[in-house]
């Protein structure tokens, strides 16, 4: 296989290019103003062969001798079509657009199309729109598209979900800039826009919401968001933007960024663009006391255990036991013996127990909120005299947030690498990146909160309690030596149960207070340690490097081939605090996967007839097959265009380096991987239905309660699509685009919890002594009211691993939207979209799968863009409504209320001055609200900000390719 793909590689380089071709030339202007339309772009159509139109509106063009029509783009105009013929010569006009029929998509196709002939439901944020963006975030405002969901667990981290399981990690959803996949290696999260693109430097934003694994590969299930960058030959110039405001919290909020590109000689073959971004904020508040209140554990502690350990260690005058202290322990002992009863020193447990509950400490006592992020890139390109085009990038970035995924994780001086090199022609491409991560000084919140207080627990809190009570005992009778036996028989003596409360009283106030030294010491200490036992920071430099290579055929003349290929290599590297990486044990995942796709277009390019298919395989599973088929059928009638399509595609996800490999105690679950399957264990939910039952171990019917399963290893998930849509363009004023799926998900990967005894066989034959040993220890856990809880999690274990449903799971959806450009560049548009899951079938071994659902049934928003309404004034609006959805993570489960917000943006364009002024809010009455369970309230966010953009000093009679 690696022999075919380097094959595969140097056609790529190595493809001929000579085919015959001819000289055209033209001039493109404004319809209206007649002004040329500088930087519009020129592409022969179903091809990458383009050129961008120079200062004056001209352009010139080698293309096939066999090319039949030139389409015309620029932003904010309608595309145009142009018949080439026996035509050298071209005079086109243009006309201004208010919606998006016209604009031309590469992302649902991998080739240059028009929005409405995409076979998929793809939307496209063009970069007007990402300046204009009414929230002040053109990441945020993605979700205000139909079918698309953003997930918000801190301000640092938006998550873009589509078409339902809204996860913080946005794990069926894949998500590209440049074409660089942008998922950390090893902590298996989209970074959003940490290492992204800034808004300055933009071009647009595509989103496909669908099955695209056809094309893209393993884990593009729900579907694929793409960003595209500005190159440096068409976009010349410096850019620089300031924004800053705060919230009602009050939070202070800063954002700045830059751009500059320029190519250089005469004919401008080599260009430079650097961009950079720095943003800081005070991060939102998680304060659910269910759920960010940390380290509030229960435990029960064998204090007299403890105390008779005592006389068994070597003592002496300078040893750890003094000569005097073991006397004292001898001498309490002997009380001990006489007076069994005094050695109940807590009335809810028995046999020399404490039962302690630790008070835990708030989210806000142990993250840092002070969110940071940071990312600059530099690119070198150079273009051929045969249109070929080299580029070096780098991008790299930086951040301090709070991200919620198995827990919530304090993400602190997280640093991501991606270099790339690509080289590309009219009808081809090669790139190679990398992606490597460095978690910095990054720490598990909920864990550091838990070891505070066992910290406090065995260095204070038990002692005290044991202190005060024997010293408040021996001073109410007078001395030890003078009660041997005067509580015999009397648990319930009041003066037991008045040293009880005296020891709980005193003890109570050991627990180590925030901002106290011992808290300091303590946080500090656990958070620099990677020993999972130890402490609680994630060491992870996890790598990631990616090559493939597309090629456009063209020795079919009626029919458009396309053929790719792609190798990837992932290589965690956690040391043991993530991943199984312990004891030398290497890490390596390999994926290579191959894609063909055809287009047939009939009748003028109104019908047009699309297959394709893709195979990948992961080292750890079995060759996926991911095909698609398409139709696009367009009806031209004197003032409105009609488009209907329809596709049947399968897609697939593969299980994630931490679905495999995760090895994570998190203090209530530990959170394994499934990559080999598990036994010996016991479903979750028939132990708690054991709990849940009155009476004690004999009045149960432990045989009939509890119930054995064995989980299978994990396999990928597959999903089947069929969809309809329609869009329709009427009198170039009103837009509307209408879609509709049915999916059914087989081996859907959910999550499932387990428990684990520690001793026995849950699977073992129901007569024998290893399966009665497994069932002790859930009755021991019953009686001694310790469960789950405690340090050591003696009795048994809650796992938490994905693992794959037994049953196909059928979802459906459809959303709608409608735009109507009113005049005066003023348009309103509204869009609803419904999603649903049948989560009947989750069912496995007898326990449920969690689906991870996590989708409001209902979205509607509305909203208007107005652009240069009166001089240079514009403003743009969102109003966004949900309805309340259920939640399940491996975090945290519960329902996500209904929510409703407004953002709104005014800006004015000042042209001689290159200047942008906007002033704008999110959320603007402040409607706190959450977006996933155990993630913080967020709240209204107030901005004002100041946009340079000088672009002058572009040349003219630049060419480019459209790639």
């Avoid at 951040?399 to 690498?417: D, L, N, P, S």
């Amino acid at each position: 296989m690696k022999k075919i793909l380097l094959f595969v590689f140097i056609l790529f380089a190595t493809a001929t290019l000579f085919a015959q071709t001819k000289s055209i030339i033209g001039k493109i202007i404004d319809t209206k103003t007649k002004e040329p339309m500088t930087g519009a772009n020129v592409v022969v159509k179903g091809t990458k062969i383009g050129a961008v139109a120079d200062v004056d509106g001209k352009f010139a063009l080698e293309v096939p001798v066999d090319a039949k029509t030139l389409t015309i783009t620029y932003i904010g105009y309608n595309a145009k079509d142009v018949s080439i013929g026996n035509s050298t010569s071209f005079s086109v006009s243009m006309e201004a657009a208010e919606t998006l029929s016209g604009e031309v998509v590469v992302t649902s196709s991998r080739v240059a199309e028009s929005i409405k002939q995409a076979p998929l439901q793809i939307e496209k944020m063009t970069s007007r729109e990402i300046k204009s963006a009414a929230s002040g975030d053109f990441y945020q405002s993605i979700g205000n598209y139909k079918g698309i969901d953003i997930i918000t667990t801190s301000s640092g981290f938006k998550v873009i979900n589509l078409r339902g399981f809204g996860d913080t990690r946005s794990l069926r959803t894949k998500q590209f800039i440049d074409g660089i996949d942008n998922e950390a290696p090893g902590l298996n999260f989209q970074i959003g826009n940490m290492v992204g693109a800034n808004d300055l430097d933009l071009e647009s934003v595509e989103i496909i919401s669908g099955a695209a694994s056809s094309l893209y590969g393993a884990n593009a299930m729900q579907g694929v968001i793409s960003m595209r960058s500005k190159n440096p030959y068409d976009f010349q110039g410096f850019s620089a933007q300031i924004k800053g405001g705060g919230t009602l919290a009050p939070a202070p909020y800063v954002d700045a960024q830059f751009r500059y590109a320029q190519a250089f000689g005469k004919s401008q073959r080599f260009a430079i663009k650097l961009t950079g971004e720095y943003t800081q904020t005070k991060d939102w508040v998680a304060d659910d006391d269910s759920f960010n209140r940390y380290g509030n554990i229960n435990a029960d502690v064998n204090v007299i255990g403890a105390l008779r350990k005592k006389v068994y260690l070597p003592y002496c005058p300078t040893c750890p036991i003094t000569n005097e202290q073991h006397d004292k322990y001898v001498k309490l002992n002997g009380f001990l013996d006489f007076n069994p009863t005094a050695n109940n020193l807590d009335s809810t447990v028995q046999g020399g127990y404490v039962h302690f509950h630790a008070p835990g400490y708030m989210e806000k006592d142990l993250a840092d909120y002070n969110a940071k992020n940071a990312k600059i890139s530099a690119e070198l390109h150079y273009r051929f005299k045969n249109d070929i085009e080299l580029i070096g990038s780098y991008k790299f970035g930086y951040g301090t947030a709070v991200y919620q995924a198995t827990a919530r994780y304090q993400i602190k001086e997280f640093t991501f690498h991606q270099p790339k090199i690509e080289i590309k022609g009219k009808n081809f491409f090669v790139r190679a990146y990398g992606a490597i991560e460095d978690a910095g000084k990054s720490y598990n919140i909920g864990l550091t909160g838990a070891y505070i207080s066992r910290s406090a627990l065995r260095d204070s809190v038990a002692a005290k309690y044991s202190s005060v009570y024997f010293t408040t005992l021996d001073s109410i009778v007078g001395g030890f030596s003078n009660c041997t036996d005067c509580f015999e028989n009397r648990p319930n003596d009041p003066r037991i149960v008045y040293a009880r409360q005296v020891a709980r009283d005193e003890s109570e106030k050991e627990w180590y207070s925030v901002g106290s030294q011992l808290f300091k010491d303590s946080f500090n200490r656990y958070i620099a340690e990677t020993n999972s036992l130890e402490g609680t920071k994630f060491y992870d430099k996890s790598m990631m490097w990616h090559v493939e290579g597309q090629y456009d055929w063209d020795f079919v003349k009626w029919l458009d081939i396309i053929t790719g290929a792609s190798y990837r290599i992932y290589m965690p590297n956690s040391r043991g605090t993530i991943f199984e990486d312990t004891a030398g044990k290497v890490l390596r995942v390999h994926e290579v996967g191959a894609y063909l796709q055809m287009t047939k277009r009939l009748f003028n390019d109104n019908f047009k007839i699309m297959a394709s298919i893709r195979v990948d395989k992961n080292s750890n599973f079995k060759a996926q097959v991911s095909p698609r088929g398409s139709l696009v059928y367009t009806v031209k009638a004197k003032n409105s265009d009609h488009t209907f399509r329809a596709s049947v595609t399968s897609a697939f996800r593969t299980p994630t380096l931490q679905d495999q490999y995760l090895y994570l105690n998190i203090g209530r679950l530990f959170l394994v991987g499934n990559s080999t399957g598990y036994t010996n264990l016991f479903t979750r939910e028939s132990t708690l239905e054991y709990y849940r039952t009155p009476g004690d171990a004999d009045a149960k019917s432990k045989l009939d309660l509890l119930k054995p399963t064995t989980l299978a290893p994990l396999k990928p998930e597959q999903v089947f699509s069929v969809e309809f849509g329609y869009r329709t363009e009427i009198k170039k004023r009103v837009y509307i685009d209408v879609s509709a799926y049915w999916s059914r998900y087989s081996n859907f990967i959910g999550f499932q919890r387990v428990v684990k005894t520690r001793a026995g066989d849950a699977n073992a034959d129901r007569t024998s002594q290893a399966f009665e040993d497994a069932v002790n220890c859930i009755i021991v856990s019953d009686s001694t009211n310790s469960k789950e809880f405690g340090p050591d999690q003696k009795y048994y274990t809650v796992y938490q691993m994905w693992v794959n449903a037994t049953t196909k799971v059928p979802s459906w959806g459809a959303a709608i939207s409608i735009a109507y450009y009113v005049g005066k560049g003023i348009t309103p548009y509204v869009n609803y979209t419904y999603t649903d899951l049948d989560e009947a079938n989750l069912k496995n071994n007898g326990s449920t799968v969690l689906s991870g659902f996590n989708t409001p049934k209902h979205k509607f928003n509305i909203g208007v863009n107005a652009n240069k309404v009166v001089g240079g004034l514009g403003f743009s609006a969102n109003f966004k409504w949900v309805t309340s959805y259920n939640w399940q993570s491996p975090f945290a489960d519960g329902k996500v209320p209904s929510f409703h917000t407004l953002d709104f943006q005014i800006f004015y364009d000042i042209e001689k001055a290159y200047s942008t002024i906007r002033f704008g809010a999110s959320n603007i009455y402040n409607n706190r609200h959450i977006e996933a369970v155990g993630s913080p309230k967020i709240g209204a966010l107030y901005y004002a900000g100041w946009t340079f953009d000088f672009n002058k000093f572009k040349k003219p009679g630049t060419t480019a390719s459209a790639q």
